[in-house]
């Protein structure tokens, strides 16, 4: 098993930020809203594949993402394990896009309504709160499981 690699960007303008409605029924977030997001390509910083990444996904482009969070997803039923490193930015440019229909579509969520809002999963409610806290020095560290044998939840979440 290797631990692969990933970024996520959320991007915030006017009050709201960029998540992606998950469109592949094999994922465990399918018609979730969850940040957009993948894994950076050779010889390229976490901070360049934020960029790439927001761009290929939504069309926007954005600068100085700042590091706010660290999340591990594991997957023990097929040993799967993504670590991945969330940036926010609100250095936001151009029109949301959806350049990838088959996989997600970019929906601007009101920051406000996050917590009302059903499409978004309680871990992310609780993840976007602590990196969107403009006073906040401390950075996300959370884990979420699911398949886990020995566990009487398929699907378990903690902040560390």
Request: glycine share 8%; hydrophobic share 40%; proline share 4%.
């Given at each position: 098993m290797s631990i692969r690699t990933r970024v996520?960007?959320?991007?915030?303008?006017?009050?709201?930020?960029?998540?992606?409605?998950?469109?592949?029924?094999?994922?465990?977030?399918?018609k979730q809203l969850a940040p957009p997001?993948?894994?950076?390509?050779?010889?390229?910083?976490?901070?360049?594949?934020?960029?790439?990444?927001?761009?290929?996904e939504t069309g926007l482009k954005i600068n100085c993402p700042?590091?706010?969070?660290?999340?591990?997803?594991?997957n023990h039923g097929n040993n799967d394990h993504a670590v991945t490193f969330f940036?926010?930015?609100?250095?936001?440019?151009?029109?949301?896009?959806?350049?990838?229909?088959e996989k997600h579509v970019p929906r601007w969520v009101e920051i406000e309504t996050l917590t009302d809002n059903k499409l978004v999963p309680c871990y992310y409610k609780e993840f976007l709160k602590i990196m969107l806290n403009?006073?906040?020095?401390?950075?996300?560290?959370?884990?979420?499981?699911?398949?886990?044998?020995?566990?009487d939840k398929n699907f378990i979440w903690s902040i560390v």
């Open positions: 996520a960007c959320v991007a915030v303008r006017d009050g709201h930020i960029v998540l992606m409605e998950k469109l592949i029924p094999s994922y465990f977030n399918y997001g993948g894994g950076p390509e050779l010889h390229e910083t976490l901070e360049e594949a934020c960029i790439r990444e927001m761009d290929e700042v590091l706010k969070g660290v999340v591990s997803y594991i940036f926010v930015t609100d250095e936001v440019q151009g029109e949301l896009i959806t350049k990838e229909p403009e006073n906040s020095v401390v950075l996300l560290n959370a884990r979420l499981e699911w398949n886990k044998k020995d566990s």
